[in-house]
Structures are given as C-alpha cells and as structure tokens.
C-alpha cells in the first residue's frame, strides 16, 4: 500500500522514532522534493505558486488534511510559496505517521497545479 492511502495511526506515539535508513526508504517512496532536515529528525519541502493566493489555498487544503489525519505539519506561508515541515513533536523525531502526511500533501500539491 501507498504512503498516501495510509492513514496516521494515533497510537503511533507509542513507537520508536525511525532509523536512518528507513527514513531515507520512506524518503525515496515520497518520489518528490522532500528532505531531511534538523539533523534527520524533521522532513520539509517548499511548494511552489504563482501568488500568495494559491500558496494560501494550498495551505488551507494542508490544514483539512492535517486535521482529517490528525496530524499537524509546521506551516510556513509566503507570497508565492509555503514550506511544510513535519515531525511527531511528541517524539522530536520521525514516525511512519510523518511520511503519510506528507505523502497526502503532495498529492494535495499534484492536484492543485
């Protein structure tokens, strides 16, 4: 099954965070621009828009998601771009439930163009 077809476990807080190595699996599944920041604890990627109103639009379709998932990114919102930064804040470090997220963002990013 698909990151995007999954949906964030809430008990995943239960969980140790990831290895490096599966990181860069779930990484290489996203297929996009995402990367590891924040010393691989934190994935982030910058989206792209022609004005702040469609950076605007998207960013309010990630807060649907976020709260459909129940899991909610760092959004930062510019004129003609928004950066998405995800981790399990319980955690301070990466969860399966991070690649999901992002995973729908993405689609939700692929739909909107």
Known sequence: MELKDKKCD????QVSPLTLEEKLRLLKALGGEWKLCHEGKRIEKNF?????????????????????EKHHPEIHLGWGYCIIEIWTHSKNDLLENDFILAAKITEAYQRHL
């Open 48 to 68: 792209v828009f022609r004005n702040f109103k469609e950076a605007l639009i998207f960013t309010n379709e990630v807060g649907r998601i976020s709260e459909e």
């Open 10 to 13: 809430p008990s995943s807080g």
